[in-house]
């Protein structure tokens, strides 16, 4: 069996290619990411639902120049250019055809703190330098979509999304346990978040 295909290969985490699966159910199976994202969130499965609590212990918030950074203790995804740069937990399901899936969040009272200008994530372009070579540079570029939005962000802080590839069906969900207010410049942080996912066979399906 081999790795999935670039599709599902959101923010550079491979998925492995081992199953935790309920072998009295083919609904669902969990995927193990490469790097393990569970050193910041625990599984609780049964055989048509899944419960995952994350246990991020905290973060530090690091100041480069004008702007801060939020780092973790651990691997983890981040959210895309232009975003502030926030971890994301990816959790990766291989669920059968024909499954519905049901998502309930708990967010649970967030711990707030001033951070002030949170560095968006970056991103790598190649730029001119003399008209025969190009040069790789990292660039920043906030979205005025986000950093000009006197509100809260990101209004989700989990991300579901679907793919297939080599027959199968896999569903990602981007857990991200921060919100940042761009024009207040707090952070809150989510450390009882909670993501209830049941998986129930559609009528009539096998």
């Not at 985490?13 to 609904?27: E, G, I, R």
């Not at 905290?58 to 971890?87: C, D, H, K, N």
């Not at 669920?95 to 703190?113: C, I, M, R, Y």
Request: glycine share 8%.
């Amino acid at each position: 069996m081999g790795l999935l295909p670039p599709c599902c290969r959101y923010l550079s985490v491979l998925l492995l290619p081992t199953l935790v699966a309920w072998a009295d159910s083919p609904s669902y199976a969990y995927l193990a990411t490469q790097p393990d994202m569970r050193w910041a969130y625990t599984l609780e499965q049964a055989p048509e639902s899944c419960t995952i609590r994350v246990t991020l212990p905290g973060y530090r918030v690091e100041q480069v120049g004008s702007e801060a950074e939020i780092a973790i203790g651990g691997p983890s995804g981040w959210t895309r250019p232009g975003e502030p740069r926030l971890p994301v937990l990816p959790v990766v399901f291989d669920v059968a055809e024909g499954v519905d899936l049901t998502v309930t969040v708990q967010e649970g009272e967030p711990t707030l703190q001033a951070v002030g200008n949170v560095r968006p994530a970056t991103r790598l372009e190649s730029v001119p330098v003399d008209g025969l070579t190009e040069q790789v540079v990292t660039v920043a570029r906030p979205s005025p979509n986000i950093y000009g939005n006197a509100s809260w962000w990101p209004a989700a802080l989990v991300d579901q999304r679907e793919a297939k590839g080599q027959g199968r069906r896999f569903v990602r969900f981007g857990i991200t346990p921060f919100r940042y207010h761009p024009v207040e410049g707090n952070l809150a942080f989510y450390s009882n978040l909670t993501v209830s996912v049941t998986f129930t066979p559609e009528a009539g399906a096998p």
